[in-house]
């Protein structure tokens, strides 16, 4: 799959530049900026995506967080919010979990396009019509600090 | 053969009228025997849905599951630009300033509106609040939550926004809002039980009408909307989905 990279023209600040391997091998270069967006007290951020995690569906707020266009964000694949600091395991774990037609929750951190990150709650869940599986939903919401932390020093402390 | 209307009972009182004249109404769009049957309770009116005795029900978005899967209801119609939005409110007097600030044990004051209940729970998370260290207070009508707030008995309180908004000004003096959800999909709607879905049709056309006529805008200014809206089955599928995402 092809993702657009981050260029410096998106980014403001001190950034780094990391290369994130996806699943079927394809790669991205993003920039990331060490500072965190803090998700938006009373919001969910909700997208709906096609069997392959490209999104079909997303609120305003899944807009405003990520800081893409909502042209940018619709057709793209789920993936385009990727930070390179959750390793693989955890995504696999997602799909294995959603493609057995069961609901996966757990903390992901998101890169944004200005290279910032936000850290969400989310559950995915198959979308299931007249009984099989036509695409996926997510619900992101806002996650306990004591949870990311302890999730920060469970998977990220390499 | 008599049908059975009902009403969720998170209704605010003041629209008790509104929906005996809706009924009224109904009957003569569909020429059909609909009786309107007023449950004082979420327990109670689960009970009639179990047993099969509601043809016709203006749900909360947190039974659609039960309607659909289990006892073959259809969407037919809801209000527009209607959305349930959840407050969390705190005495003027609290310390708190941000849910952060608050303790996985906190007391919570809350009626038994569920989909209300459950933005709730969601907006705590942050705090590292759960079903299991928080103490729940149930109260039968909203005053009484903000009674509970005032009293020093609870730390929070969960209102719908609407049902906030409506509180006195005096009381609302005495309380501050910590937080207002805004998710915009958790909606009430109309739906169809298998003995009543022959009229969906007649009374889909009936409703999207209902605000062209000056008898019709009577009718939904009494029940507190500006008009109806179709209720897809994909709405419907889609709410169930987004519920059961919350509810864990
Ligand atoms: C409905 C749905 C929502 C998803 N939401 C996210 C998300 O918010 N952030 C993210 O990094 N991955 C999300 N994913 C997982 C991505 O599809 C993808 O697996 C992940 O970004 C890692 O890429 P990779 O699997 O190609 O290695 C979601 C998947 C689905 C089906």
Known sequence: ?158 | MTLINTVSPDFPPTHIAGWFIFNTWLQNTLNERVRLELHDSFSQQQDAIQSDGVDMIYANPADAALLVREKGFVGVARPANHADEAVIVVADSSPVQAVEDLSPEVRIALTAQPDVNTMGMIMLEPADVTPSTATKLERDTYVLVAKALMDGDADVGFFLKDAYENLSSIVRSKLRVLVTSDIQVVRHGLMLGPRMQQHRQVLLDALLNMNSTENGKEILSNLGFDAWEEFRSEDVEFMIDLMETLTT
């Open chain 1, 1 to 158: 799959m092809v993702i657009k990279d981050i260029t410096a023209a998106d980014v403001s600040g001190d950034y780094e530049t990391r290369e994130i391997t996806f699943h079927d091998g394809s790669t991205r270069t993003v920039l990331v900026v060490d500072e965190e967006v803090p998700y938006p007290d009373g919001r969910l951020i909700v997208s709906v995506t096609d069997l392959e995690g490209r999104i079909t569906e997303c609120n305003k707020s899944f807009v405003d967080m990520s800081a893409y266009s909502r042209e940018e964000l619709i057709g793209a694949q789920q993936c385009i919010l990727r930070h390179p600091d959750i390793p693989s395991e955890i995504y696999a774990d997602l799909w294995s979990t959603i493609k057995a037609g069961n609901k996966w929750q757990g903390y992901i951190k998101n890169l944004r396009k200005d290279g910032r990150y936000y850290w969400v709650l989310a559950t995915i869940i198959p979308t299931v019509r007249d009984g099989e599986i036509v695409g996926y939903a997510s619900v992101r919401r806002k996650p306990s600090r004591k949870k990311i932390e302890e999730f920060v020093a469970q998977h990220l402390s390499a």
